[in-house]
């Protein structure tokens, strides 16, 4: 689909948008202890990168207590490689927006060792640095395809 996508010019590979939503678990699973087990940690978490338009690149599923940051770099890796016209393959984006969550020296740094421009918000920084106007396609592409509980 990627393919065909590309080979009709419908990829923004421009720009990429990473976030996670958390879905709450219904119950307590069997072997869950309860010490442990807080509202934060229940459930699971979606990951999903999309392109410049919210078109998913990359899914993960992980813990719900699993901090953002840790899926950056293997969603960077799920990223199929994207052929469909002349020349070589797309596997990243030109620029890759995120918030808070991904905040880290350490992985800004890896993205531009990658070729991929970070543009991601910063902690204790004032709201409306004007990345909503970006990441809005992450956030509809997760309300479209993460069913709620």
Do not use: C
Not at 10 to 22: E, G, K, M, N, T
Not at 52 to 58: D, E, M, S, T
Not at 119 to 132: D, N
């Amino acid at each position: 689909m990627l393919n065909k996508l590309r080979s009709k010019n419908q990829l923004a590979w421009s720009r990429a948008v990473i976030d996670s939503s958390q879905v709450r678990a219904a119950r307590r699973g069997p072997k869950a202890d309860p010490a442990r087990s807080t509202a934060h940690a229940r459930g699971s978490k979606h990951h999903i990168l999309t392109d410049g338009q919210g078109i998913p690149l990359a899914l993960s599923l992980t813990g719900g207590n699993r901090n953002d940051v840790t899926q950056l770099l293997p969603l960077l890796d799920k990223i199929p490689v994207v052929a469909g016209v002349v020349g070589r393959p797309r596997r990243r984006p030109d620029m890759l927006f995120a918030d808070r969550g991904y905040d880290h020296d350490k992985y800004r740094r890896l993205l531009r060792q990658r070729g991929i421009r970070p543009v991601i918000a910063e902690r204790g920084q004032p709201h409306g640095t004007g990345l909503g106007t970006f990441r809005w396609v992450v956030e509809r592409t997760n309300n479209r395809s993460v069913p709620s509980l």
